[in-house]
């Protein structure tokens, strides 16, 4: 063995044991300083060799012996404090990883609160504010003399990631604020970013090095989940170091290929979370995605079709840097075909998220805004395929939204892949979707930076183009004459006040008709188009004033206006058909509700039809649940319901009209010198009367149930009619709401929960919201104690199923309608607890 290193060995034994059993303080301090040389902080410092020697062999060894001496009564040995900061200074000055790890070890092995603990607890602090960390990277970055120990990085590993943990559970409620988790990786991020600028240190000196440990680090903090605290102080100023430096790029590219597989996604997921711009991701990730399958793999299919939950601009920043390099382009190529694919996939239509499907049109749009024309061109037949499959299954989607999905990307596509026409058109709602879609379909001007760093600012493709100006003359400086006042402006009548013409009615050729058989009349065989219009406005107010009239003709007229078509254009004439069906309906609803209910399985019907008789049994029936008083009421107020809108009382008295006049004036003065001590908050009197829906809610409710399996030769509802099959399941939920305390709301309970148990496994949405809808009107409109007497069997099955609907299903809104089924269930099992306990 080299004399040196002999010497080194002997010389460290002997101040361990003198460390170990000296109480003098100055043989405790010049042993110290023997040591210090080992560091090369004294001014006759040892040889490399024996420093080496030391710092690999004999330095955790004198750690360890310093760790054990720790006390008040050692530390005050040396007044003054000399031998503390002489303590200290062997963990901050020496080998940063040892050091580390012997405090961490120090601090596990402590038990409970002590003065070494918080000691320790204290240095470490230090340590980390000192910068020791990024030493402790930088060291493990650097070129190597000798191999290194796998076990002894993975331990350094596990302790730099996890020190927050393991501060956490020693310390407990004496932890310090540095090591929280919030305020740790924050720093951590700066250390790496230092631990880096020693690596671009080491390339420009001609040394060769590696970031391995740093990109370890990096992975493991991010899939423990700190990748915002961490690459929010990361990834700003790498994106600053990265903009003039292709160094700075080089170190960036290898610290993200050198993360181990099982942390790419986490760490990819982070830096385009991070990143503000598709051209700062570039710098970042280099080619990666074409270099490394798994995050080929990640950027390609898993932030696009697994995921959805990811904004915006990050969806951008992700496409945006797979356009930036012609090697990538490709890729982008392809994405677009498999998003369209997934896009126009009736399966996945039906059973996808909403969100998810509006994430993936996000994604289309995005990627043909990047796209120039002759790749699309080359594509345009496939596309056009895949676009034409997506409009027609979304354009039968029962959800207007999952509707207007494919109208927005539909008019793009076509636009784009076909600029020279013709264009696909829709009419939908312009709200903050639409308009969101719309904006991310700008093309990106090609070579054009600024517009990857602040968006496009081009118009919508799907808006109109301007209306053309007329050009202005600019070739003459002489500004333009002018014009004169004419004869008709001198002679002005402007400074007239003008007649107030509010009152004024339209003069119309024909009278309104004054009895129901005439408007039969005239909205059958009239050819007067004004008096086919007047009959259509006053209709409803008629059925109302004269009921006994009505329902002579009740089902004739329900078939007119059934069957009825706009011949004018008539300022709100759906609204105009709709009253006048539901004043039938509530006049005569026995006969009335027979007829609508037989004609909704009928042949020879349209969807809208079909679905207006659905619209005129619920509105109806609310009218009819309702006290006589509130009826009255609604129907007076109605909008549009003509003159004669309001039924008149049965009976009237002479004076009746003077008689509220004096009664007020005559309390008005009792009131005024009433002397009252206390007075209570006014109450008003609810009115109280029979529930009319309670005699007729079967012809409501159970003819609607009897055919809805049944096909008829233009009527699927267990087909293609999905949307129809949705307003069904919706009408019956309501019209079980509004039979509550009625004498066959258990038996129309019973009925529909044998509805919903038979459709509950519906691939629709808007059905599946339905059948959960009508579960919630069953256990609000039926007693509890029938509920649980004559449906125990019902109850339990559809228990299981919305716990598994409230768990499983991919829409929000059922899960959420699903939860609150299942919290009517918990109540009214306390309401009958509560009801038999003693």
Known sequence: MDPALSAVRLTVQEAVHTLSSSEDAGHILSTLGTLERYLGRTEDPALPKEKEEFATTHFSIVLRCLVSKLSPSWLELVPGGQLERLWESFFLDGPPDQAFLVLMEAIESTAGPSFRLMKMARLLETFLSKGRVAALMAEQCRPQTKPRFPLFQETLLSKVVGLPDLLGNCLQQDNLTQFFPQNYFPLLGQEVVQALKAVVNFLQDGLDCSVSFVSRVLGKVCIQGRKKEILGVLVPQLTVLTQDSCVWQRVCWRLVEQVPDRAVEAVLTGLIEASPRPEVLSRLLGNLVVKNKKAQFVMTRKLLFLQYQHTTPMLQSLLGHLAIDSQRRPLLIQVLKELLETWGNSSAVRHAPLEQQCYISKAILVCLAHLREPELQDTRDELLGSMMAGVKCRLDSSLPPVRRLGMIVAEVISFRIQPEGPHLRFQ????????????????????????????????????????????????????????????????????????????????????????????????????????????????????????????????????????????????????????????????????????????????????????????????????????????????????????????????????????????????????????????????????????????????????????????????DLLGDDQLVLGRLTHTLASLMYLAVNTTVAVTMGKALLEFVWALRFHVDTYVRRGLLSAVSSVLLSVPTERLLGDLPDELLEARSWLADVAEKDADEDCRELAVRALLLLERLKDKLLSISSP
């Open 428 to 715: 939908y709602e312009d709200d903050e979707m639409s308009r969101e879609l719309l904006a991310l379909a700008n093309p990106w001007p090609v070579g054009d930076r600024s517009s990857e760093a602040g968006g496009p600012s081009l118009p919508p493709v799907a808006t109109e183009l301007p209306i053309e100006t007329p050009a202005k003359t600019v070739d003459s400086d002489v500004p333009p004459a002018q014009p004169q006042a004419s004869d008709s402006e001198l002679d002005s009548d402007d400074e007239f006040i003008p007649y107030d013409m509010s009152g004024d009615k339209e003069l119309k050729g024909s009278k309104e008709p004054l009895y129901i058989r005439d408007c039969v009349e005239a909205l059958t065989t009239s050819e007067d188009m004004e008096r086919w219009e007047a009959s259509l406005k006053v209709l409803e107010g008629l059925v109302y004033r004269s009921p006994e009239a009505t329902r002579e003709v009740s089902v004739e007229l329900a078939k007119v206006l059934l069957h009825l078509e706009e011949k004018t254009c008539v300022a709100e004439f759906e609204q105009l058909r709709q009253r006048a069906l539901v004043a039938l309906t509530v006049t005569d609803p026995e006969r009335v509700a027979k007829y609508l209910t037989s004609q909704f399985y009928g042949l020879n019907y349209s969807l809208r039809q079909r679905m207006d008789i659905l619209d005129v049994l619920v509105l109806a029936a609310q009218a009819l649940s309702r006290p006589r008083g509130l009826q009255r009421r609604s129907q007076h107020t109605s909008p549009g319901s003509g003159t004669l809108c309001s039924p008149t009382p049965a009976t009237s008295q002479p004076g009746d009209a003077l008689a509220p006049d004096w009664r007020v004036v005559v309390e008005e003065r009792i009131r005024s010198k009433t002397r009252r001590f206390s007075k209570g908050c006014p109450r008003k009197e609810l009115s109280g009367g029979p529930n009319e829906f309670n005699s007729v809610a079967g012809y409501f409710f159970f003819p609607l149930l009897q055919h809805f399996d049944r096909p008829l030769v233009t009527f």
